[in-house]
């Protein structure tokens, strides 16, 4: 890396922000909501989906069609990880929320 690529970096990471480059950014609480909501709906129906391929090749494996079994616990384990990660969130969501409860105002 050259001074040049070392000056044009700092140039653009201490350079003031554009007052009007903020404010195009910002999003109104309702939109902000909105992402939230489907990128949650989103995660959800990945975890959803990771359920549902865990069940059905399972369901290959048991009516004895050619499955391999190495799939199958490979799909099982996923499906395990994403939902136990849901609700470690989730867990720490509520955690979250009864101590904003707690605060005193």
Same mark, same amino acid.
Request: glycine share 2%.
């Given at each position: 890396?050259?001074? #040049? !690529?070392?000056?044009?970096?700092?140039? &653009?990471?201490?350079?003031?922000?554009?007052?009007?480059?903020? %404010?195009?950014?910002? $999003?109104?609480? *309702? $939109?902000? !909501?909105? =992402?939230?909501?489907?990128?949650? =709906?989103?995660?959800?129906?990945?975890? *959803?989906? &990771? !359920?549902? @391929?865990?069940?059905?090749?399972?369901?290959?494996?048991?009516? #004895? @069609?050619?499955?391999?079994?190495? !799939?199958?616990?490979?799909?099982?384990? =996923?499906?395990?990880?994403?939902?136990?990660?849901?609700?470690?969130?989730?867990? =720490?969501?509520? @955690?979250?929320?009864? $101590?904003?409860?707690?605060? %005193?105002?």
């Amino acid at each position: 890396m050259g001074f #040049g !690529q070392i000056n044009s970096i700092a140039d &653009s990471v201490l350079r003031p922000l554009d007052a009007t480059k903020v %404010q195009k950014n910002l $999003e109104t609480p *309702n $939109e902000a !909501q909105a =992402k939230f909501a489907d990128f949650l =709906k989103e995660s959800l129906n990945a975890v *959803n989906n &990771s !359920q549902v @391929e865990s069940n059905k090749l399972t369901e290959k494996m048991a009516n #004895g @069609e050619n499955v391999d079994l190495h !799939q199958v616990m490979i799909a099982a384990q =996923k499906a395990n990880i994403t939902m136990q990660t849901t609700i470690e969130l989730r867990n =720490k969501a509520v @955690e979250a929320y009864q $101590e904003i409860m707690r605060m %005193q105002v």
